[in-house]
């Protein structure tokens, strides 16, 4: 059972470029999130789907994109890289929404240049 | 804004000892989850306690939360050395789908 998968590990973007960070997972779970985790913030909600077809902005949606077509995957889109955007971003998912445990990726850490 | 927010940021011990992290939370909750994060991993979940509970062990691992204070602790008893790690709790809004995070409590068990 792989769980949530994401790819790639490591990435370098020139500032500008477009890029789409994948999720996936292997256990029907209904809902699943982005999350960007810098020094000193914790984890910051990007966005979120609460499943297929759905999908809702969190609390630092701009300059990203989601679309949810699958129960299975959820990537992230990164339109026009910034700088501000280095982090490292984590995917997660869970079975009925909030009501039991999340379950995440390890992580994609992005350097944009 | 974040939901959730733990005391304190940094915590080291001795092997052997206690650790006890604390996380206050603004609005009303569903259930408070606590997470574990080693340093460069994904986040494990630990322990979920719901609002109508008042303390929940698992192993080591001891939650309370006080919905009144809004506020809840974990407690790692005999720490490890392998216990060392960043501690977030994370907290569902009862009005929307949103899973908040704190800032997260970094601790270091000294061997």
């Known amino acids: 059972n792989a769980g949530v998968t994401q790819t790639p590990k490591f990435q370098v973007l020139k500032t500008g470029q477009s890029m789409t960070l994948q999720c996936a997972q292997d256990?029907?779970?209904?809902?699943m999130s982005w999350y960007r985790q810098d020094p000193g913030m914790g984890l910051r909600l990007i966005h979120y789907s609460v499943g297929a077809g759905i999908t809702d902005q969190g609390e630092v949606p701009n300059g990203y994109n989601v679309s949810r077509s699958t129960t299975e995957d959820f990537p992230l889109r990164l339109l026009s890289a910034a700088p501000s955007q280095t982090s490292v971003y984590f995917c997660?998912?869970?079975?009925?929404?909030?009501?039991?445990?999340?379950?995440f990726g390890q992580g994609t850490r992005l350097t944009v240049v | 804004s974040q939901q959730g927010e733990e005391d304190p940021q940094a915590l080291s011990i001795q092997e052997g000892e206690n650790a006890t992290m604390n996380c206050s939370y603004k609005?009303?909750?569903?259930?408070l989850q606590w997470y574990r994060q080693n340093s460069g991993r994904g986040l494990v979940h630990l322990i979920l306690?719901?609002?109508?509970?008042r303390e929940k062990h698992s192993g080591r691992l001891r939650v309370t939360l006080d919905t009144s204070k809004k506020s809840s602790s974990l407690l790692i008893t005999a720490s490890r050395a392998a216990d060392t790690a960043s501690y977030f709790c994370?907290?569902?809004?009862?009005?929307?789908?949103?899973?908040?995070f704190g800032t997260g409590t970094r601790l270091a068990v000294r061997p």
């Open positions: 256990m029907n779970h209904e809902y």
């Open positions: 994370a907290t569902p809004k009862s009005s929307g789908d949103k899973l908040t």
């Open positions: 997660a998912s869970s079975y009925n929404r909030l009501n039991t445990e999340a379950f």
């Open positions: 609005t009303s909750i569903n259930n």
């Open positions: 306690i719901r609002s109508n509970e």
